[in-house]
């Protein structure tokens, strides 16, 4: 392959990670076609196609005949449910989790009140209206969720981020529920970040832990 060519490849790949991004799509949800891809990447069907099989060998997509194309649920995911059934009964490791939990979600949240952009604070409010102007409970608590999950990512720290959803998914595993911030939790949250108030914002989430 050569550099441009290569240049070209690993383009398209991040483009196809940012759609993945901007659809909130999930592990078990179907990814948009070959031609809504191209589409939307302005780029060659083939190069679309080359793209995809490279997920798929990394074991990131899989192919369902008559179907499409779906994203894989994380490995990292399994492992943490196999170990948490290890953990269940150790007081200490539990302990440890907490602390690690709170140690990751301050330094998310003291990034995200320095990071934050314009662009951050209209998708959240937007997030907000839409929390406000919801009556089904399940679609209300999606977009909870949302909110939540994009706080976190203002870290602009995609290591961080990642540490944070393991230990998250680890804490779920372990407790069996986890913590959904309601409108008003969100309309403070926003608040607090666009005063700058890391502390507040960290004492609001740390209902999660």
Known sequence: MSGTSEKVY???LKKIKTIIEEDNLQAG????????????LHVGRSSVREALR???LLGLIET?????TFIKP???HRLVEVLASFILHDKKAKQNLLETKSIILRDC???AVKRIKDKDVEFLNVLLQQMHEEDDSGQLQKLSY????????LCDNHLLYRLWIELSGYGSSLHGKTFIPDPGDCS????HLKNGDSMKVIQLMSREL
């Open 146 to 153: 949302q909110f939540k999950d994009a706080v976190i990512r």
């Open 64 to 68: 369902r005949r008559g179907e499409g």
């Open 10 to 12: 690993v383009e398209i």
């Open 109 to 111: 949240i003291e990034l």
């Open 54 to 56: 490279s997920l798929e």
């Open 188 to 191: 403070q949250i926003m608040e």
């Open 29 to 40: 949800d179907k990814l948009p076609s070959e031609r809504e891809l191209t589409d939307r």
């Open 74 to 76: 994380a490995t990292g």
